[in-house]
């Protein structure tokens, strides 16, 4: 029986790193159709969890509102499952999307390293607090799991593994390099160069003020990349629900 158990809990482990990296690499692969699944998954997820939350979060805010109408938690929960879906769509396609396959390859590491992360945390939430994986990975999860990826591309960055960026760089692509019409791909890897410039344009602002490591410390919360969180918060909290439902059935 303890081998067993031992045998299906190692046979779920590596399901779920399968996964997580299924997902990584189909992300890298097919960055279009992932935003697409992306925006799609987010959406009909957060149609039902959005309109379960408001039926509870209303009447604590409008005190009038003992029954929330299911009209009412319907629209409002609509709303946002359609605004969550196309922001997690759209920096799902703006992150993995680029002309460098050798930036993209980093960054879909650590895409895959934070969604592992996040997964192990709701499974440990699950298991010693009962917490739901699909509920609270959707709604708490994001911006943990995405300041995870701000500082990962920061450390590459300054590692020296992601390609640095200047002014001058940038400018220089914008004038001579791209086209008239430029494709999704140029204009991602043009925003991502910009992102890092803005990115050591605000840690070089606040050092002047601040101590460098307080500095960088707020350059990670502030940047861009944290939205990637609204992607990777997603997938963990669909493999983590995944997984307690396997435990739960062959355990």
Same mark, same amino acid.
């Given at each position: 029986?303890?081998?067993?158990?031992?045998?299906?809990?190692a046979?779920?482990?590596? &399901?779920?790193?399968?996964?997580?990296a299924?997902?990584? @690499?189909? &992300?890298?692969?097919?960055?279009?159709?992932?935003?697409?699944?992306?925006?799609t998954? #987010?959406?009909l997820?957060?149609?039902?969890?959005?309109?379960?939350?408001?039926?509870y979060?209303?009447?604590?805010?409008? #005190?009038?509102?003992?029954?929330?109408?299911?009209?009412?938690?319907?629209?409002?929960?609509?709303?946002?499952?359609?605004?969550?879906?196309?922001l997690?769509?759209?920096?799902?396609?703006?992150?993995? #999307?680029?002309?460098?396959?050798?930036r993209?390859?980093?960054?879909?590491?650590?895409?895959?390293v934070c969604?592992?992360a996040?997964?192990?945390?709701?499974?440990?939430?699950? @298991?010693?607090?009962?917490?739901?994986?699909?509920?609270?990975?959707?709604?708490?999860?994001?911006?943990?799991?995405?300041?995870?990826?701000?500082?990962?591309?920061?450390?590459?960055?300054?590692?020296?593994?992601?390609?640095?960026?200047?002014?001058?760089?940038?400018?220089?692509?914008?004038?001579f390099?791209?086209? #008239?019409?430029?494709?999704?791909?140029?204009?991602?890897e043009?925003?991502?160069?910009?992102?890092?410039?803005?990115?050591?344009?605000?840690?070089?602002?606040?050092?002047?003020?601040?101590?460098?490591?307080?500095?960088?410390i707020?350059g990670?919360v502030?940047?861009?990349?944290?939205?990637?969180?609204?992607?990777?918060?997603l997938?963990?909290?669909?493999i983590?629900?995944?997984?307690?439902?396997?435990?739960?059935?062959?355990?």
């Open positions: 029986m303890i081998v067993t158990r031992i045998l299906v809990n046979l779920i482990m590596a &399901a779920e790193l399968a996964a997580v299924g997902i990584a @690499i189909f &992300a890298f692969h097919h960055p279009f159709l992932f935003a697409g699944l992306t925006a998954l #987010s959406f997820l957060g149609l039902r969890l959005e309109s379960a939350r408001l039926r979060e209303l009447p604590f805010y409008f #005190s009038g509102l003992i029954v929330p109408s299911w009209l009412l938690t319907g629209l409002v929960g609509l709303v946002e499952a359609v605004m969550k879906g196309v997690a769509g759209i920096a799902a396609l703006f992150t993995f #999307s680029g002309t460098n396959p050798d993209l390859y980093w960054v879909a590491v650590v895409f895959a969604v592992y996040g997964s192990s945390l709701l499974r440990f939430l699950s @298991i010693r607090a009962r917490g739901l994986p699909l509920r609270w990975g959707y709604f708490r999860l994001a911006p943990l799991l995405g300041l995870m990826f701000s500082a990962g591309i920061v450390i590459l960055s300054a590692a020296a593994v992601l390609p640095a960026a200047s002014v001058k760089d940038i400018g220089w692509r914008i004038i390099d791209m086209p #008239s019409h430029p494709s999704v791909e140029q204009v991602s043009l925003l991502f160069q910009i992102k890092l410039v803005f990115d050591d344009f605000v840690v070089s602002l606040l050092s002047s003020v601040l101590n460098p490591e307080v500095a960088q707020i990670v502030v940047s861009v990349n944290v939205l990637s969180g609204f992607v990777s918060a997938y963990a909290a669909l983590a629900w995944a997984v307690r439902k396997s435990e739960t059935a062959l355990l």
